[in-house]
T-cell receptor
Framework: GQNIDQPTEMTATEGAIVQINCTYQ??????LFWYQQHAGEAPTFLSYNVLDGLEEKGRFSSFLSRSKGYSYLLLKELQMKDSASYLCAVKDSNYQLIWGAGTKLIIKP | ETGVTQTPRHLVMGMTNKKSLKCEQHLGHNAMYWYKQSAKKPLELMFV???????ENNSVPSRFSPECPNSSHLFLHLHTLQPEDSALYLC??????????????FGPGTRLTVT
């Protein structure tokens, strides 16, 4: 079967750095997405990786290793508004997005 | 209106009712999706439409019936639902459903409670 694993919850301090990991086992691979979802709101797109390596976008970076079936989302200089759930999703060989259950990130002052 | 809109935002219905959820995208996209989101569970893809044609139906019970009259509008018709169908129903759109890099844009969702 297809599976995406990510931690259920993480806690970090304002101003710090946090890394949210995602491992996947899917039928084929056509890219990996990270989305942010604030409570009661729609998911919003953060990043897309299809090649190995690090993609940086401001305070957020996303890393991919296809051989290991592994990705992480790195958030720097954490702000209180970064408190949200972070969803990892992989597009499989049928171009369907397979989603993880999300990581709830709690930022403390 | 911009992005993806959904109505209603909240819906309470009995198990014998019939109701419909509406989604509209103002992005000129060719693909639209219905997802179910339950607490602490991954998003479940229900239906995919590409250029008004259904391309995926992930073993969804027949009490959920989608309709896509044009590339901007998507409906989800509900009838004789069960309490376990209570969830957040999200609509999304993307430029194309097969393109690897095309991200999906989500609406705010309809919070459905079945009593």
């Amino acid at each position: 079967g297809q599976n995406i694993d990510q931690p259920t919850e993480m806690t970090a301090t304002e101003g710090a750095i946090v890394q949210i990991n995602c491992t996947y086992q899917t039928s084929g691979f056509n890219g990996l997405f990270w989305y942010q979802q604030h409570a009661g709101e729609a998911p919003t797109f953060l990043s897309y990786n299809v090649l190995d390596g690090l993609e940086e976008k401001g305070r957020f970076s996303s890393f991919l290793s296809r051989s290991k079936g592994y990705s992480y989302l790195l958030l720097k200089e954490l702000q209180m508004k970064d408190s949200a759930s972070y969803l990892c999703a992989v597009k499989d060989s049928n171009y369907q997005l397979i989603w993880g259950a999300g990581t709830k990130l709690i930022i403390k002052p | 209106e911009t992005g993806v809109t959904q109505t209603p935002r909240h819906l309470v219905m009995g198990m014998t009712n019939k109701k419909s959820l509406k989604c509209e995208q103002h992005l000129g996209h060719n693909a639209m999706y219905w997802y179910k989101q339950s607490a602490k569970k991954p998003l479940e893809l229900m239906f995919v439409y590409s250029l008004e044609e259904r391309v995926e139906n992930n073993s969804v019970p027949s009490r959920f019936s989608p309709e896509c009259p044009n590339s901007s509008h998507l409906f989800l018709h509900l009838h004789t639902l069960q309490p376990e169908d209570s969830a957040l129903y999200l609509c999304a759109s993307s430029q194309d459903w097969t393109g690897g890099s095309y991200e999906q844009y989500f609406g705010p969702g309809t919070r459905l409670t079945v009593t």
